[in-house]
């Protein structure tokens, strides 16, 4: 499951932990010790900048952690503070890993006030290609980046504000306009999408 492997992205940066606004969260997971130790995990305080992860592992200060948390994907760092049964993880990532790690956090953090029926009927899926389309009814298309999908929706990063009942086309897969937050849009699909439908993303 696990990969030791760095990502071949150029620029990782540590920051200094509170330098990113933490949001509170409830992501199950799994990470891996430098030893390739695994273990269960669930973070429970996130930002752009570093993760709080509730686990039995003990590592030590300064060993490098890899996580895989729901929703979230992939996490590298090092760990900067032990506490009981948590520790603090310092992200080692790039400023375009930030900037979507920052877009996934919104989403979560305002998933409950977005009401989307997706949120309970479905679970979200952490799309693994997050560039797609959006068409209009005019035929105009725009580019935009997939935060969340699941079966019946999805939530998307773009800088459209369209007017709630909108139609579009995510993709090939119709749907309307269903609520608007900070970074872009929650879709609601015209049917219930199956996995093989959204195999492109995942």
Known sequence: MFSSQHAQTAGPKVYEEGA????????????????????????????????????S???????????????????EGTVARLADQQFVVQLNATERKREKLAAQLTWIANRHELGLPED?????????????????????????????????????????????GTPVTLGAMRGRVVRLFQEGLAIEFVGVQTLETLREFL
């Open 57 to 75: 592992a003990r590592p030590r200060p300064g060993e490098r952690i890899i996580a895989y948390v729901d929703h979230v994907g992939r996490l």
């Open 20 to 55: 990113f606004q933490r949001v509170t969260v409830n992501l199950s997971g799994r990470l891996m010790l430098a030893n390739h130790e695994e273990f269960p995990c669930a973070a429970v305080d996130m930002s752009p900048g570093d993760v709080v992860l509730h686990s």
């Open 120 to 164: 309970r009927r479905h679970d979200r899926l952490t799309p693994r290609r997050t560039r797609t389309t959006l068409t209009l009814e005019s035929g105009a298309v725009q580019h935009c980046r997939l935060i969340d999908l699941s079966l019946s929706g999805a939530a998307i990063d773009t800088e459209l504000r369209l007017p709630v």
